[in-house]
């Protein structure tokens, strides 16, 4: 009895939940029938898309088919950084116009990586299984604010402004001088080779420096030399002579100045004596002997005023020219034409360019040269003596203000050359090897001092009067006229 009461209960609650059941599903297709009209007014909402997906993915236009109402979308990307494009559809196949300027590499069935290379400008286009392409007009661009970032620590107190244009990098601002803005030209070169440069530079003053120059030079030589040559004249038992060659030996000559030899008139004179001679008639034996001390000095002090304009090149040169011969070959047969003469320039020179510098200082680029003939280098040829050039230059840049001075010094030149000829055997034995001995020591020492200084000049107006010139006073008075006589003399 209770066990059927029980089954009744549980069927009576599964009929009112079916019951309940219907009623709400006949009350959702109620509600379903009058939705359409409703949900025709609002548009589908999207699902959101990604940041790149956003920027990246245009609107298809089908393959063969122009896009007349939308064109290409635009990239904007630096040079070393990436981004990705993302297709709604499946990517059959990459396009990219120029792959120096940007690299497309498809990393997904739905995805494209492009990498910027190089600054410009280059077209993309991608294209998906059904054949529909998507354009995209990819810029590349230089990173302006590292760029940036780097100059402004090179330099922090320059006004520097950077801006680009696809491949061009344009610079504007006022910078302090001329050398600043080269260096900034140089780094932002180092980035890119398509530079404008709009940056302001304030500019030389134009005006006329005029150069003062000492020249200042001391050469010290001093020559020892020492050589015996021994002969035995005409008459003597043995006849000869015996001689190191450094020195010029004697020859024995007759008077009509033909080398002598035994069988030759008694006439007997000799070519070179040296310094020293000394004769023994009773045994016929003469020597020439070279003893020679020797102590030379040479100062040269030149003062050459120069003046020129900002900016230009000036010089100068007091000594002279000397001819230098030079053979000119034929250039078929091996041969010689014959000899040109040209003529090589020597003396104290100077050669100096200033600049006025926005400041008021003066950039001064001075190279000043003392040059001298050396004639114990010089080259004998066919007769004739060339000398050598002895050659003190010095060049130098500075920056002085209108009346200082600077001095190049410490310019000292010193050689010591020794020669030593003797006999071999008989020259090495004490005492007497010493006749059989020649020995010849120079010693030179230069010393250069120059000193510049740079003044600016400023012209004379036309009011002012010219400055007088003072004549030195006459080397030789003039003679005396006595007074002419008065009266009548008789």
């Not at 297709?29 to 993915?57: C, K, N, R, Y």
């Not at 030379?296 to 001819?323: Q, R, V």
């Not at 003044?455 to 003679?479: C, G, R, S, W, Y």
């Amino acid at each position: 009895m209770f066990a059927n009461q029980t089954a009744l209960n549980k069927s009576s609650v599964f009929r009112s939940r079916t019951s309940e059941l219907l009623a709400a599903s006949a009350l959702l297709a109620s509600l379903f029938a009058a939705a359409p009209g409703v949900l025709a007014q609002q548009p589908a909402e999207a699902p959101p898309a990604t940041p790149a997906a956003q920027t990246a993915v245009p609107t298809p236009v089908p393959a063969g088919q122009q896009a007349d109402t939308e064109g290409p979308q635009m990239l904007h990307l630096l040079v070393g950084r990436s981004i990705v494009i993302s297709s709604p559809a499946r990517i059959k196949r990459v396009s990219l116009a120029d792959p120096n300027i940007a690299e497309a590499i498809v990393v997904s069935p739905t995805q494209v990586l492009v990498n910027g290379r190089s600054p410009g400008g280059v077209s993309l286009i991608i294209w998906d299984e059904s054949d529909q392409s998507q354009a995209f007009e990819v810029s590349v661009d230089i990173d302006v604010l590292g760029l940036s970032q780097k100059i402004h620590e090179v330099f922090p107190t320059e006004d520097i402004h950077i801006e680009t244009s696809r491949d061009v990098v344009m610079l504007s601002g006022k910078i302090s001088s001329q050398q600043t803005a080269d260096k900034i030209l140089e780094i932002v070169k180092s980035s890119t080779t398509k530079v404008t440069s709009l940056m302001q530079v304030p500019t030389n003053p134009a005006g006329e420096i005029l150069l003062q120059v000492r020249f200042a030079e001391v050469n010290r030589s001093a020559i020892n030399q020492f050589g015996i040559n021994l002969l035995s004249l005409p008459g003597a038992k043995n006849i000869g002579t015996v001689s190191t060659q450094q020195f010029s030996p004697p020859q024995l000559t007759t008077s009509n100045g033909v080398t002598s030899t035994p069988t030759t008139g008694t006439n007997i004179g000799l070519s070179d004596l040296l310094n020293i001679f000394i004769y023994r008639p009773d045994i016929n034996l003469a020597a020439t002997i070279q003893a020679l001390q020797e102590q030379n000095l040479l100062e040269i002090l030149a003062e050459p005023n120069l003046m020129t304009e900002s900016g230009k090149d000036a010089s100068f040169l007091a000594g002279g020219e000397f001819p230098f011969p030079i053979l000119q070959s034929t250039g078929g047969s091996g041969g010689f034409a014959g000899i040109t003469i040209q003529f090589k320039e020597f003396g104290v020179r100077l050669n100096f360019t200033p600049t006025l510098t926005p400041d008021g200082l003066i950039h001064l680029k001075v190279k000043p040269e003392v040059s001298s003939l050396d004639f114990t280098n010089a080259l004998t040829l066919q007769g004739f003596v060339i000398p050598a050039l002895a050659t003190n230059r010095v060049e130098s840049e500075m920056n002085l203000t209108d009346g200082q001075s600077f001095a190049i010094a410490g310019l000292m030149d010193n050689r010591v050359t020794e020669q030593l000829q003797k006999v071999p055997g008989i020259g090495d034995i004490p005492i007497l090897g010493k006749l059989f001995q020649s020995r010849s020591v120079n010693k030179s020492k230069n010393e250069l001092i120059v000193v510049v200084t740079p003044h600016i000049v400023h012209p004379l107006t036309a009011d002012k009067p010219a400055p007088n010139l003072e004549f030195p006073k006459p080397f030789m008075q003039p003679p005396v006229v006595p007074p002419a006589p008065t009266g009548n003399h008789k």
